[in-house]
């Protein structure tokens, strides 16, 4: 099973609204991190949270950790079309034996209507 | 160059057949890494390569993957015999090193194989 999972998988919403999206993962992490990816081709980080904080902003994005539920969410306010992409939530488990990667959930595909 | 960097971007090859794909990192960077995505999934870790540390290879899917990478810097992910289920993106990442997340982690475009 994964150690992200995103929901929704989809979501489809007007110009100028939020969007909200989620992550869950299963074992303790250091960090966990949301990318986007356009067109199925390279990933551009977004932002990054670690497990000692709660909550994070980025310019129209704003980050929350919730390590006792072991989840995330990732807002994106005032949306715009050109935000139209997919998203990934990555997590890098605390511990040794995985110090060097990132485990990354299934996405969620935004779609902003123009 | 300014980004990760991979080649081919595109590649069709008939099963059985070896490829190569090849990542440039991002110059200075020790950590590398290669991912791979199926049509509309999320990204499976294959290989992590830091600095002369040995990589560590546990998301190799079996003994046709190998991949190697030549004085620190240059990566070549080489895949023997290649099957249908091989067809995927392969992404390439680097960064400054230590733990995922302590540097951002920069991708490639990705190199797009079709088995057929």
């Known amino acids: 099973s994964q150690q992200g999972e995103e929901d929704p998988q989809a979501l489809s919403i007007q110009e100028g609204e939020n969007a909200t999206m989620n992550c869950s993962y299963k074992?303790?992490?250091?960090?966990l991190q949301w990318y986007r990816q356009n067109s199925g081709r390279g990933l551009v980080h977004l932002i990054l949270?670690?497990?000692?904080?709660r909550e994070k902003h980025s310019g129209r994005l704003r980050v929350t950790l919730d390590t006792s539920k072991k989840s995330s969410s990732l807002l994106i306010t005032a949306s715009r079309a050109a935000d139209t992409a997919s998203y990934f939530c990555?997590?890098?488990?605390?511990?040794?034996?995985?110090?060097?990667?990132?485990?990354f959930g299934q996405g969620t595909i935004l779609t902003v209507h123009p | 160059g300014a980004g990760v960097s991979q080649s081919p971007s595109n590649k069709v090859t008939e099963k059985g057949k070896d490829v190569e794909l090849r990542c440039d990192p991002i110059?200075?960077?020790?950590?590398l890494y290669w991912y791979r995505q199926s049509l509309g999934q999320g990204l499976e870790f294959l290989i992590y390569?830091?600095?002369?540390?040995?990589?560590?290879k546990s998301g190799l899917p079996s003994d046709r993957f190998s991949a190697e990478r030549t004085g620190g810097s240059v990566s070549t992910l080489t895949i023997q015999r290649t099957q249908q289920e091989d067809s995927a993106v392969y992404l390439c990442?680097?960064?400054?090193?230590?733990?995922?997340?302590?540097?951002?982690?920069?991708f490639g475009e990705g190199s797009w194989l079709t088995v057929v």
């Open positions: 990555a997590t890098a488990l605390a511990g040794g034996t995985s110090y060097g990667k990132l485990t």
């Open positions: 074992t303790s992490i250091n960090n």
């Open positions: 990442a680097s960064s400054l090193g230590g733990r995922a997340g302590r540097n951002t982690i920069y």
């Open positions: 110059s200075g960077h020790t950590a």
């Open positions: 949270i670690r497990s000692n904080e």
């Open positions: 390569f830091q600095g002369n540390s040995a990589p560590d």
